[in-house]
């Protein structure tokens, strides 16, 4: 992973998922990973799968968003379906996705089967994704994998983002360690 060539894309971190499928560390995770992104104004996509439903995001992550972090509402599973976050990642220009978010067997693997098809190098950090059922999250990831998705978790994505500990952002990234 190449901080100055990836978007992380976040999935339908909401509060009505985050309780039903009991995310509690998933969300300190992504919590990790935008904070990170935010430091290395690395871009933040997010998407709220029918927010007037499930919610927004949760507060602890909207807490961090800044002027690099873009919010969609949609209602299809794959998130590139909603033509304004194609275009959003698109417009980037960068060739890598960073992505995580709830259900993983649903509107995470559609949306990375999606990425695949355009082009991007996905990575899932699974330790940031979640389904209600384990049996479901892991035949997503198993999915996810068998169409080229790259599987990682947040603590590598941090170091591989960071390189090297001579980063100027490294204590404050090592802080976020726990």
């Known amino acids: ?81 909603n033509n304004d976050v194609l275009k959003k990642l698109e417009a980037f220009g960068k060739s890598q996705v960073i992505l995580f978010g709830i259900e ?6 559609q949306t990375a089967k999606a990425l695949i098809k355009k082009g991007f190098e996905v990575f899932l950090i699974k330790d940031a994704s979640k389904s209600r059922k384990y049996f479901e999250f892991e035949t997503g990831i198993n999915l996810m994998q068998q169409y080229g998705v790259k599987i990682s978790c947040c603590e590598i994505l941090l170091f591989e983002l960071l390189k090297t500990s001579k980063n100027p952002y490294f204590k404050e990234v090592q802080g976020l360690i726990k």
């Not at 509060?15 to 290395?40: G, R």
């Not at 439903?53 to 690099?68: A, C, D």
């Not at 993983?104 to 693997?109: G, N, R, S």
């Open 104 to 109: 993983a067997h649903i509107c995470v693997l």
């Open 1 to 81: 992973m190449n901080k100055d060539n990836c978007v992380v894309l976040m999935i339908d971190l909401q509060e009505k998922l985050v309780n039903a499928t009991n995310a509690t560390d998933e969300v300190k995770n992504a919590y990790k990973i935008l904070k990170t992104a935010s430091l290395m104004n690395i871009p933040i996509v997010v998407t709220e799968q029918y927010p007037k439903g499930l919610g927004e995001t949760v507060v602890e992550l909207k807490n961090i968003f800044n002027e690099n972090t873009f919010v969609y509402e949609k209602t299809d599973f794959s998130a590139l379906n």
